[in-house]
T-cell receptor, first 107, second 115 residues
Framework: SQKIEQNSEALNIQEGKTATLTCNYT??????LQWYRQDPGRGPVFLLL?????KEKRKERLKVTFDTTLKQSLFHITASQPADSATYLC??????FGIGTKLQVIP | DVKVTQSSRYLVKRTGEKVFLECVQD?????MFWYRQDPGLGLRLIYF???????EKGDIPEGYSVSREKKERFSLILESASTNQTSMYLC??????????????FGPGTRLTVT
């Protein structure tokens, strides 16, 4: 069965720096991959979807890459702000979610 | 804006009680999902529904049932609550087809404690 791993449980970075979060999967390459943000005690909020034929997708300060050879997606937040502090989840489909990386942006 | 609402934010029930969690979405989405989320385990799919009166088991359906009598409403039922069902329960919905068909919209969650 497909497995998904987010390499870090927690990541601390300084305000203004670029945060990079990693999502790795096993087995077959998915048709798409999604990233969500989740604040404590709240439901996840959809951020970005990248399809298998797309190498990169951007939305404001967010950038997602998708490398089907490495079976990996990277999620970048540039010029990070304390308000970006949250847990970020990657998902391959409605059944397969990573456990998330908790990002803390330090002022 | 898509809105997915859940009937309660916090719920405390006793072991053996029958528990109903309700979810309503207002965007005419075909697919609806129930998950539970536990520390270190992430989101796990309990049941989903792709149409009224249709349901499919997810990865952890034991101890749960669902009901979808109307398109906008998807209920999760704990037939006889047990302490190992203490968790955060999340409902989600997606549209079928089109550019935005895979984006899941989640409700705020229900923190259920079974004592």
């Amino acid at each position: 069965s497909q497995k998904i791993e987010q390499n870090s449980e927690a990541l601390n970075i300084q305000e203004g720096k670029t945060a990079t979060l990693t999502c790795n999967y096993t087995n077959y390459s998915p048709a798409y991959l999604q990233w969500y943000r989740q604040d404590p005690g709240r439901g996840p909020v959809f951020l970005l979807l990248i399809r298998e034929n797309e190498k990169e997708k951007r939305k404001e300060r967010l950038k997602v890459t998708f490398d089907t050879t490495l079976k990996q997606s990277l999620f970048h937040i540039t010029a990070s702000q304390p308000a970006d502090s949250a847990t970020y989840l990657c998902a391959l489909d409605s059944r397969t979610f990573g456990i998330g990386t908790k990002l803390q942006v330090i002022p | 804006d898509v809105k997915v609402t859940q009937s309660s934010r916090y719920l405390v029930k006793r072991t053996g009680e029958k528990v109903f969690l309700e979810c309503v979405q207002d965007m005419d989405h075909e697919n609806m999902f129930w998950y539970r989320q536990d520390p270190g385990l992430g989101l796990r799919l309990i049941y989903f529904s792709y149409d009224v009166k249709m349901k499919e088991k997810g990865d952890i359906p034991e101890g749960y049932s669902v009901s979808r009598e109307k398109k906008e409403r998807f209920s999760l039922i704990l037939e006889s609550a047990s302490t190992n069902q203490t968790s955060m329960y999340l409902c989600a919905s997606t549209k079928v087809g089109g550019r935005y068909s895979y984006e899941q919209y989640f409700g705020p969650g229900t923190r259920l404690t079974v004592t």
